[in-house]
């Protein structure tokens, strides 16, 4: 499993480091953590196996990051449902998906896309 990490160019622009060898806390040049990089997951015998990982960062070097690069960050939300079949219904999925877009004053706008759309199989 790997950690989600940094960009070179962030890391080097930011002067952001690691101490220890998982990556896990990200610090700036004097020392104060700016980010935590998350991972984790699990395997069975029986069930898939399932993982995951985030990169939280403070609000501070998040702005930062976006005034210096004049960017806002796009943040995909995809939710998935599943239902599973009951007697003569078959089992279905559906999708609700949504867009945030993130300013460099931290201020954000909500886009909202399809809510409980059904997912049509293409076979």
């Known amino acids: 499993m790997q950690r989600p990490h ?13 101490d220890d060898a998982l990556g896990r806390i990200w610090k700036n040049s004097v020392g104060k953590p700016m980010a935590h990089s998350q991972a984790w ?27 210096t ?3 806002d960050l796009l943040v995909l939300v995809k939710l998935q449902r599943y239902e599973k079949g009951i007697g003569y219904r078959d089992s279905r999925f559906s999708h609700t998906i949504s867009v945030i877009r993130i300013k460099r004053t931290l201020d954000f706008e909500f886009y909202r896309g399809v809510v409980n759309k059904l997912h049509q199989s293409r076979f």
């Open 6 to 18: 940094f960009a070179k160019s962030i890391v080097t622009t930011f002067s952001l480091r690691t």
């Open 41 to 67: 997951g699990y395997k069975s015998k029986h069930e898939a196996s399932y993982s995951g990982g985030r990169l939280v960062c403070s609000d501070e070097l998040l702005r930062n990051v976006l005034t």
């Open 69 to 71: 690069r004049d960017a």
